[in-house]
């Protein structure tokens, strides 16, 4: 176990340092975001529903980063269904050498936190109360020794509760990217997602279509195995650029099984993370500067 990490059935997790300010006399409201330290950017990546491919699509995303040559981070924020760890192939004990918890780090160096790091097996569940895991979430952003990082991903987990908004309201994101796959039913719940952050005047970076397509391996012919694509739809509904789609794969699913996705590189890794990288500095460009 980390020295300064808690299992899921010791006590909850301590204040993070520089955690957020607290009202003296009141109800605890946070009224102040955390520290980014060292970390130049942070982005969120969510979907709102589970089972679309956001886990893979962060992974993917790091990866690709980090071939260019930039310093990538990822945090799985999906405390009780935590993927990222198995699509890299990573497995704790984390410790705690004096300058935070040191987190774990991919073939290719990419820093990783998350839950499953917490326990012996990765069978074990989380079975946490949500203001355990909101705690957890900020000694996750402030209390790891991530180093410098020119980008910060978060594994936002399923849904509009407890954990998206206490990384709404206490980590300074800089902007959130949506996955959806082409179905009705996706597209509805990610818009509940985009809407909530919307509404927490978290920018909205783009919007990414998984499992798009399959290519047939016999004939080649395009297959939309889910249905027609809605993702232009959705961008232009909420005027925010599509990054990209992502076909169905199965060398994508092979090397999560084998935790080996950090090798996986293609053409539609590549031009969405190019469109990332022009979207974040599309949103700096037009902040408002202080003077």
């Given at each position: 176990m980390a020295e300064s990490a808690p299992s899921p059935a010791g006590k909850p997790p301590s204040a993070p340092p520089g955690g957020p300010v607290r009202r003296p006399g009141g109800p605890g409201g946070i009224i102040q975001k955390m520290d980014k330290g060292r970390i130049a950017h942070v982005v969120a990546v969510g979907s709102g529903k589970g089972g679309v491919g956001k886990s893979s699509a962060t992974s993917l995303l790091a990866s690709e980063l980090r071939r260019r040559g930039l310093a990538v981070g990822v945090l799985d924020a999906d405390i009780t269904g935590p993927s990222v760890p198995?699509?890299?192939?990573?497995?704790?004990?984390?410790?705690?050498?004096?300058?935070?918890?040191?987190?774990?780090?991919?073939?290719?160096?990419?820093?990783?936190?998350?839950?499953?790091?917490?326990?012996e097996d990765e069978k074990t569940p989380v079975i946490w109360r949500g203001p355990l895991v909101t705690r957890l979430i900020m000694q996750f952003f402030s209390g790891v020794n991530w180093g410098p990082l020119d980008y910060l991903l978060i594994d936002m987990p399923p849904g509009t509760s407890d954990v998206p908004l206490t990384v709404f309201q206490t980590i300074p994101i800089d902007g959130m990217v949506f996955v959806l796959t082409p179905q009705d039913l996706a597209v509805l719940i990610v818009k509940k997602a985009m809407n909530m952050a919307r509404d927490l005047h978290v920018p909205l970076l783009g919007v990414i279509e998984n499992m798009a397509y399959i290519d047939c391996p016999h004939c080649g012919k395009r297959i939309d195995l889910f249905g027609p694509s809605r993702v232009e739809g959705v961008a232009r509904e909420y005027g925010i650029p599509l990054l990209g789609r992502l076909p169905l794969d199965p060398a994508i699913s092979a090397g999560g099984d084998a935790g080996t996705v950090d090798r996986y590189a293609s053409a539609d890794v590549g031009h969405i993370a190019d469109a990332l990288l022009a979207s974040i500095a599309n949103q700096e460009a037009s902040r408002p500067k202080v003077l």
């Open positions: 198995k699509l890299y192939g990573l497995a704790g004990p984390l410790v705690d050498k004096g300058e935070g918890i040191e987190p774990a780090r991919t073939a290719s160096g990419i820093p990783v936190i998350s839950s499953q790091f917490l326990v």
